[in-house]
């Protein structure tokens, strides 16, 4: 699975990481979700003149930022065309919760693969940016094609992701298989942040910290089962977070699939 994804979805942009179209995953009733609609991503400051020409072909109708505003200051979205953009914080802009957002040398000591699968299992409820993020996606015929991402495009923009291909049917095991692809393509960045951990861990601790950190399906399986914990199902969850019934669910999935 992770093969074909690979080669499916990641798109021929330079200057970001962990771009790639949603487009081409099957759904348990035997669609696909349709290519152009949806894409997710790291941070996009780094996009080049040819990356930004690509995608203004796409005619994009927003950008999505998960990221608090001290990250987006730090390295703003570019504009691509004419689309809107829209930056709520997942994790609020009280950097509570972000791993990214989090004095170093106290995230590395304390990082623990059982912390963070309790950080994803807060994210996907009663979150004020999935609930915006949500509302966009349950009108697609006047809000996609659409960019989603956060600074690494794996954390916050994972549970996003699992969020939208859940709404569309795609199965739990396609989710993660999808969720897990980021740990290819964000491999220089990985490498990136494990070079800056160094310089506060060294031996065993600095290699449980390198494999810990990097995305493990207990982690996407915690905000799953948080949402059945909470809610029981998933439709009862649409519904109380988002607004999204059946028949808007429906909806998204007929202009989504073909």
Known sequence: MENRLFTEKKLPLKGVFNFRDMGG???????????????????????????LAYLKNQQIRFIYDYRDKAEADLKPDPKIGNEE????????????????????????????VEKFARVYADMPIHNASYQTMMHLVARPEKNLPLIHHCAGGRDRTGVGSMLILKTLGVSDET?????????????????????????????AALRRFEQGFLLHEEFIEASMKAITNTYRTFS??????????????????DFCLE
């Open 25 to 51: 995953l099957k759904t348990r009733d035997g669609r696909r979700i349709r290519s152009g609609l949806i894409f997710r991503s790291a941070e996009l400051a780094g996009l080049t003149a040819d990356d």
């Open 236 to 253: 009862n969850y649409l519904s109380a977070e988002f607004g999204i019934n059946e028949k808007v669910r429906k909806k998204i999935q």
């Open 175 to 203: 989710i993660v298989d999808d969720y897990l692809l980021s740990n290819r393509l964000l491999h220089t960045y990985h490498q990136e942040l494990f070079a800056d951990a160094a310089r506060y861990l060294s031996g």
């Open 85 to 112: 953009h829209i930056r709520v914080a997942v994790n609020g802009e009280d950097r509570l919760t972000a791993h990214s957002e989090w004095d170093p040398a106290t995230f590395y000591r304390s990082f623990t």
